[in-house]
Structure formats: C-alpha cells, structure tokens
C-alpha cells in the first residue's frame, strides 16, 4: 500500500506524523509525496486558531480530490469537530486525539507490540514532509488552564513518556542518519511531573545527552514557570542548541492574569536574564498574543514596550482567535478585529526588528549549519539553507550538495530570508 501523511500546526503533530511514517514502513508500506498517488493519505489536523481549522479541512478535502483512495483525519480539529470530519469528502476513519497513537495499528489490524519488534531506522518523509530534524515526542496533553487554550480540550491531561522509549526514538532517528533531534510536546517543561516518582525535564536532557549520540539535540517551546537558574546549566554541554522558545502572551500583568498565565512580565524578565548569563549569543523566542479580550489600548503599548525592551531574537505573533470551549470566548470586552489586525501589524514590526538585530550580532562569525534543502544550480554547484543551533537561518552556495550535513560557516551578509554565509571547505 502506499500511503500519504501531511500535517497542520505545531511541532507535536509533526512528531506523531513520523511515527506513523516508522510503522507504516515497518509493516511493509512505501510512503510517497503526492496524495494523487496514495492509497491511504493520513492527515494530522490542528484547531489552535480559526485558520489552523480551516487548514486542516483544506487538506482533508485536497487529498480526497488529488485521488486518494481513503483518507484518515485525526487531531486536535477532528477532536473537537468529529461529525464535520466524518462528513467531508473521502474520509474513511476519524481518529480522535485519544485514540491516535494506535492509528497505525487500527487501520492495519494489527497489534500495536507487532510494531516494535525491531526498530526501525528512522527515514525522512518524502514530499514537503521532508525533513532532517527528527521531532520526538516525549509527552502529551496539559494540565494548565491559559484561558485561551484549546489544546488542553483537544489534547487532555499532561501525559509523560517514559526515558527508555524515548531514547529508543532518538537512537533510530539517528541510526538513520538523523543530525538534530528535537524535543516536543504540548506541555513540554511538564516532563515527569506525572510519574510515581515525579522527576524533571532536566534529567531527561541528561539522560539522552549520555546515553545517545545524536550530534545537536534541541528543545521546544517551554513554559517558563517550569524553569529555574540551575536548568541552564544544562547548557554546559555544546550539543544542546543554543535556543530557548519560551511563551510569554502578553508584556502586561493584567492581560496576563486574564489569560491565567503563571508568570508575570517582571518574572519572565529575571528568567530571560538569567538564561543569557548561563547561555552566551543564545537566541531567545517567543509567542505574543494580540486582541485579547478586555487588551485596552494601555494594556497593548505596555505589552509593545515590554517585547522590546527584552530583546528577542524572534518571535510569533497571534491575532487573538475566539476558540469554543474556553473561558476567554465567553469574556466581556472582546476586542473588534480591525483593531486585533492593528496592533498584530505594530507587533510584528517590533519582531522584525529585533530578529534584525540579532542576525547583525553574528555578521563576521562562523558557525556551524545543519543544512536542510539543496537547490541544484546546475554545473556550479547547489544552493543550500540551513539552522545554526541558535535558530540562524542561513543560505550559502556551495559546490556539493550538503543536505543533512553540518558544516562550519562564515556569515557574510543578511537577505530578505536570513543570513547569508561562505563555506570555505568542504570534505567528503
């Protein structure tokens, strides 16, 4: 059989999507990059804003009318929407969040122990799946209440996976020739906090920092009440990138309490200070959300002020998005969404910025890049782009095709997309 898998949102769904790549091969089945040719498409839909829904039923539609013989929606949306799932052209099955992780083996008619009987290495999804980080997954759900969260409804309480499996995971990806592994879950700094004997996400990092050998190891988005000075030490190692994705919503206390975030902005500054002191030239991300309900125009420009005065190196902005099911949906004062656009047009010119600004610190340097595509230039060679471990991206041109390989770079010069760099040598 050959099969199909796309995916909408975060990094989570693209770890599951690599899972179900894995068990599908195992069982024998070619993974092909066009759904036109596909017997089986699997598509991992996500519901955090409006337009992430309405992507996820996008996809389920294209890969029915691309030709698809059936089609299998799962995820947060189809959660929360199950009976519009059923109902769109071509879908087959409808796997909720709960029961996703035997998708495989329910399509299959399998047990799911069949599938782990020899691991299977770890190979790249084809088509705009394409990968050379591989995402793991090392829990789900969460336990928080943001009262603009869906996810807590679609996903369900905070569920950690066990370190062995995990670093099974790990050393897969790299057997198959994985560089980067990235840690993913939706409550990520929650890792352990539900075992019988509660541990932290820092003895994880330590466990796979020993006991694999995967050359750059990287961490998702973090909550930062879940981190304190001693994390950081973590860092000591060089194989841990230097990059801290840690949501703070909103640079204004009230908005901040609206959205029953466990931090305030005089919180998340120490945490910000104290990560640069341990982490040096470490790139610092974040998610801002704009339009909340009851944001008056105060409580914006003190969010505004507070962004820039903490310098990050990027960030995502969302324009507030009504979800059904939470608490702030139903709030007083909910913001006009000309007024939401305005202001996400005035957030993401301070991102623009800041992301400027921290590209120029590192003009002149060299570093080291895991190149992710390469375009053929024809007889001169390929243009590649790629990560630094402190989220750079760069594009260079080069006389080999480097996909999946880390090479040191020097970075000359700054383009619409990233920097731009000049690979002095290559070797093999």
Known sequence: MKVYLDTVGCRLNQSEIETYARQFRAAGHALVSDPAEADLAVVNTCTVTTAAAADSRKKIRGAARAGSKEVVATGCWVTMEPQI????????????????????????????????LEPVERVSIPGARLRTRAFIKVQDGCDNRCTFCITTVARGGGCSRPIGEIIADIQAAYRGGT??????????????????????????????????????????????????????????????ARHLHLPLQSGCAATL???????????????????????????????VIVGFPGESEAEFEESLAFVKRMNFADGHVFTYSARPQTAAAGMPNQVPHTIRKARSTQMRAVFEKARRSYQKQFLGESLSVLWESATMLGPSGWTVSGLTDNYLRV???????????????????????????????VHG
Do not use: C
């Not at 990287?218 to 009440?225: D, I, N």
């Not at 309490?257 to 470490?282: Q, V």
């Not at 594009?395 to 010069?413: C, D, E, F, H």
């Open 85 to 116: 799932a059923r109902a769109l052209p071509g879908v087959s099955y409808v796997i909720p969040n709960i029961e996703k992780d035997r998708l495989v083996p329910e399509i299959l008619q399998k047990p799911l122990e069949s599938f782990d």
């Open 257 to 287: 309490r609206r959205m029953a975030r466990k931090t305030t902005p005089e919180e998340y500054a120490r945490l910000l200070e104290s990560a640069r002191a341990a982490i040096p030239d470490a790139a610092i991300t974040t998610d």
């Open 179 to 240: 560089q980067e592994a990235v840690l993913t879950g939706v409550h990520l700094g929650s890792w352990g906090s539900d075992f019988e004997a509660p541990q932290h996400l820092k003895s994880l990092v330590q466990a796979i920092l020993r006991q694999t050998d995967i050359p750059r190891l990287r961490l998702s988005s973090l909550e930062p009440w879940d981190l304190d000075e001693d994390f950081f030490t973590l860092w000591e190692s060089k194989r841990l």
């Open 395 to 425: 594009s260079a041109q080069t006389p080999k095709k480097l996909w999946n390989q880390i090479t040191p770079v020097r970075l000359t010069g700054i383009n619409e997309k990233g920097l731009v760099g000049e690979i002095r040598e």
